[in-house]
Protein backbone atom coordinates (compact mmCIF):
# COMPACT_ATOMS: atom_id res chain seq x y z
CA UNK A 1 0.00 0.00 0.00
CA UNK A 2 1.02 3.33 -0.95
CA UNK A 3 1.24 6.33 1.32
CA UNK A 4 0.42 9.92 0.77
CA UNK A 5 -0.93 11.36 3.60
CA UNK A 6 1.93 11.03 6.28
CA UNK A 7 5.12 12.11 5.69
CA UNK A 8 5.89 10.16 8.85
CA UNK A 9 4.13 7.15 8.36
CA UNK A 10 5.89 4.03 6.81
CA UNK A 11 4.66 0.86 5.81
CA UNK A 12 7.13 -1.26 4.72
CA UNK A 13 5.77 -3.41 1.52
CA UNK A 14 5.09 -6.72 0.82
CA UNK A 15 8.21 -8.89 -0.35
CA UNK A 16 6.20 -9.80 -3.67
CA UNK A 17 6.51 -6.60 -4.90
CA UNK A 18 9.85 -6.32 -5.82
CA UNK A 19 12.20 -9.33 -4.62
CA UNK A 20 15.76 -8.62 -3.73
CA UNK A 21 17.49 -9.46 -6.45
CA UNK A 22 15.46 -6.97 -8.71
CA UNK A 23 16.04 -4.48 -5.76
CA UNK A 24 19.70 -4.57 -5.80
CA UNK A 25 22.28 -3.69 -8.32
CA UNK A 26 25.65 -4.68 -8.60
CA UNK A 27 28.88 -1.98 -8.36
CA UNK A 28 29.19 -2.74 -12.41
CA UNK A 29 25.26 -2.33 -13.01
CA UNK A 30 25.40 0.96 -11.13
CA UNK A 31 28.23 2.29 -13.09
CA UNK A 32 26.15 0.84 -16.29
CA UNK A 33 22.97 2.81 -14.60
CA UNK A 34 25.12 6.06 -14.14
CA UNK A 35 25.52 6.33 -18.10
CA UNK A 36 21.85 6.76 -18.78
CA UNK A 37 19.35 8.33 -16.80
CA UNK A 38 19.25 7.20 -13.09
CA UNK A 39 18.81 9.57 -9.67
CA UNK A 40 21.45 8.17 -7.40
CA UNK A 41 20.55 9.07 -3.65
CA UNK A 42 23.34 8.64 -0.82
CA UNK A 43 21.39 8.00 2.37
CA UNK A 44 24.64 8.49 4.59
CA UNK A 45 24.03 11.21 7.14
CA UNK A 46 26.14 14.74 5.92
CA UNK A 47 29.11 14.05 8.16
CA UNK A 48 30.26 10.42 6.43
CA UNK A 49 29.09 11.80 2.65
CA UNK A 50 31.43 14.99 3.82
CA UNK A 51 34.20 12.81 5.50
CA UNK A 52 34.21 10.23 2.73
CA UNK A 53 34.84 10.58 -0.57
CA UNK A 54 31.23 10.35 -3.01
CA UNK A 55 30.52 8.10 -5.69
CA UNK A 56 30.36 10.76 -8.57
CA UNK A 57 27.02 11.99 -9.42
CA UNK A 58 25.13 10.77 -5.86
CA UNK A 59 23.28 13.48 -4.23
CA UNK A 60 23.25 13.33 -0.42
CA UNK A 61 20.18 13.03 0.80
CA UNK A 62 20.43 11.20 4.33
CA UNK A 63 18.05 8.66 5.40
CA UNK A 64 16.35 10.62 8.22
CA UNK A 65 15.27 13.15 5.71
CA UNK A 66 14.14 10.91 2.65
CA UNK A 67 10.70 10.41 3.77
CA UNK A 68 10.10 14.08 3.82
CA UNK A 69 12.03 15.16 1.12
CA UNK A 70 10.28 12.43 -1.32
CA UNK A 71 6.95 14.84 -0.70
CA UNK A 72 8.52 17.66 -1.20
CA UNK A 73 7.10 20.54 -3.71
CA UNK A 74 9.83 20.35 -6.48
CA UNK A 75 10.75 23.47 -6.04
CA UNK A 76 11.99 23.13 -2.36
CA UNK A 77 13.70 19.53 -3.18
CA UNK A 78 15.59 21.97 -6.12
CA UNK A 79 16.83 24.31 -3.71
CA UNK A 80 17.29 21.97 -1.22
CA UNK A 81 19.37 19.16 -2.50
CA UNK A 82 20.43 21.05 -5.70
CA UNK A 83 18.75 17.98 -8.18
CA UNK A 84 15.32 17.69 -9.44
CA UNK A 85 12.71 15.99 -7.57
CA UNK A 86 12.52 12.43 -8.81
CA UNK A 87 8.92 11.42 -10.51
CA UNK A 88 7.49 8.39 -9.07
CA UNK A 89 8.24 6.71 -12.30
CA UNK A 90 11.77 8.34 -12.57
CA UNK A 91 14.49 5.47 -11.81
CA UNK A 92 16.39 5.84 -8.54
CA UNK A 93 19.34 4.15 -6.91
CA UNK A 94 19.81 4.67 -3.63
CA UNK A 95 23.26 3.45 -1.62
CA UNK A 96 24.84 3.56 1.77
CA UNK A 97 28.04 2.35 3.67
CA UNK A 98 27.06 -0.93 3.35
CA UNK A 99 23.68 -1.97 2.18
CA UNK A 100 21.39 -1.62 5.29
CA UNK A 101 20.45 2.19 5.27
CA UNK A 102 19.90 1.85 1.54
CA UNK A 103 17.03 -1.12 1.67
CA UNK A 104 15.79 0.42 4.15
CA UNK A 105 15.39 4.08 1.96
CA UNK A 106 13.86 1.04 -0.78
CA UNK A 107 11.33 0.38 1.46
CA UNK A 108 10.80 3.83 2.10
CA UNK A 109 10.62 5.04 -1.59
CA UNK A 110 7.76 1.99 -2.34
CA UNK A 111 6.01 2.59 0.21
CA UNK A 112 5.97 6.11 -1.32
CA UNK A 113 4.70 4.56 -4.88
CA UNK A 114 7.69 5.04 -6.30
CA UNK A 115 7.68 2.33 -8.79
CA UNK A 116 11.73 2.19 -10.38
CA UNK A 117 13.76 1.78 -7.42
CA UNK A 118 16.57 -0.39 -6.27
CA UNK A 119 19.36 0.09 -3.91
CA UNK A 120 22.93 -0.95 -4.11
CA UNK A 121 23.57 -3.31 -1.18
CA UNK A 122 27.62 -3.23 -1.16
CA UNK A 123 27.32 0.33 -0.44
CA UNK A 124 30.48 2.89 -0.90
CA UNK A 125 32.28 0.17 1.03
CA UNK A 126 32.22 -2.05 -2.11
CA UNK A 127 32.57 0.84 -4.30
CA UNK A 128 35.90 1.57 -3.12
CA UNK A 129 36.78 -2.05 -3.51
CA UNK A 130 36.35 -1.67 -7.32
CA UNK A 131 37.72 1.90 -7.96
Same mark, same amino acid.
Given at each position: ???????????????? #????????VS? $??????????????????? %???????????????? #??? #? &???? $???????????? $??????????????????????? #??????????? &?????????? %?????
Amino acid at each position: MCVTQEPRVVHVPSPR #LCSERESSVSY $QELRDLKEGNVLHIDVRER %WEFDRDRKIPESVNIP #LKE #L &VEAL $QMNPADFKEQYN $QKMPAKSDHVVFSCFAGTRSRQA #LSFAMSLCFSR &VQHYAGGFED %WLKHE
